[in-house]
């Protein structure tokens, strides 16, 4: 699944804007765990270091936020034909039409954002950040599942702990992303007991 992430679903998790901010959190839960490919357009990786950096208040965090984003995130060019195409567009909002031109183009499966009116007119499928979470596409991938358990034997053989009967019950309560460095790093909580 190829989602294009629209600027507002981006700055929801990055700065925990409540109430938008869980399910944005769920898609780069997502995006981490390469259930989903998830892109933003070079036009609006500007626009969210700025927001970042003004929430920050601080330009290497900023930076640092950027860089940790851009590991999680595709970027897409934004070219000539994408700004002419959106002048001719149905969307009335200029940024929005180059936005979908984009994600048109690129062929991404759904456009993710709070702002659903605005790309209505477009012809690339939009949808607001819970319903795609509510998407029943949302499992670990047995790659992931099996690397998982790896390194989950590998570290009841250091620390002698069983940790396997517990994992898995509840795919949603096993993975968290923690609100350190904005949410960005993800880890896989697991309850432990003796063997």
Not at 3 to 10: F, M, R
Not at 74 to 99: F, K, N, P, Q
Not at 119 to 144: E, H
């Amino acid at each position: 699944m190829r989602i294009l992430a629209d600027t507002n679903v981006i700055i929801d998790a990055l700065t925990s804007r409540e109430p938008w901010n869980k399910s944005a959190e769920e898609i780069f839960l997502m995006a981490a765990n390469h259930t989903i490919e998830m892109y933003i357009t070079a036009s609006s990786a500007t626009d969210i270091y700025y927001l970042i950096r003004k929430h920050l208040h601080n330009i290497e965090a900023a930076k640092m936020i950027m860089g940790k984003l851009y590991s999680l995130t595709g970027i897409l060019e934004v070219t000539a034909d994408d700004c002419m195409d959106a002048l001719a567009s149905a969307i009335s909002d200029y940024e929005d039409a180059v936005v979908e031109k984009v994600a048109s183009r690129k062929d991404m499966d759904y456009i993710v954002t709070r702002n659903i009116k605005d790309y209505q007119a477009g012809g690339t499928k939009i949808i607001l950040p819970d319903d795609f979470v509510k998407l029943s596409f949302y499992a670990p991938s047995s790659a992931l599942l099996q690397s998982i358990r790896k390194s989950i034997l590998s570290l009841e053989r250091e620390t002698h702990y069983s940790l396997l009967p517990h994992f898995g019950q509840n795919s949603k309560s096993s993975v968290v992303v923690y609100p350190q460095l904005l949410h960005l790093f993800v880890v896989f909580p697991l309850p432990f007991s003796k063997p």
